[in-house]
Nanobody
């Protein structure tokens, strides 16, 4: 599975950004996707997960109600819509694919990773 992210940038607190993750390489309906982020000096953390089959989502408490994961199946693309952004959301954001149906927070279960895209939220 190949993953290519786009859509990062600089935004003021309270603003919005939408990240995209274009996937290719295998039948996407059989895999789970995750969004993670890593701030300087911190470990990579789970943001949310998406299962192509059925479209179910799960979110970290820190982003619940502000971030939304969706997809356009015909484009094999998953989106992370980020609203009400805060300075603490500043990080490099990664999309990942598990290779199975798993789409939860266990980072070790994701085998494929995108290159990451920087999101910076100014106060």
């Amino acid at each position: 599975v190949q993953l290519v992210e786009s859509g990062g940038g600089l935004v003021q607190a309270g603003g919005s950004l939408r990240l995209s993750c274009a996937a290719s390489g295998r039948t996407l309906s059989s895999i789970g996707m995750g969004w993670f982020r890593q701030a300087p000096g911190k470990e990579r953390e789970f943001v949310g997960g998406y299962r192509w089959y059925g479209g179910s989502t799960v979110y970290a408490d820190s982003v619940k109600g502000r971030f939304t994961i969706s997809s356009v199946n015909a484009k094999n693309t998953v989106y992370l819509q980020m609203n009400s952004l805060k300075p603490e959301d500043t990080a490099v954001y990664y999309c990942a694919a598990s290779g199975t149906l798993y789409s939860g927070e266990d980072i070790t279960r994701y085998a494929y990773w995108g290159q990451g895209t920087q999101v910076t939220v100014s106060s």
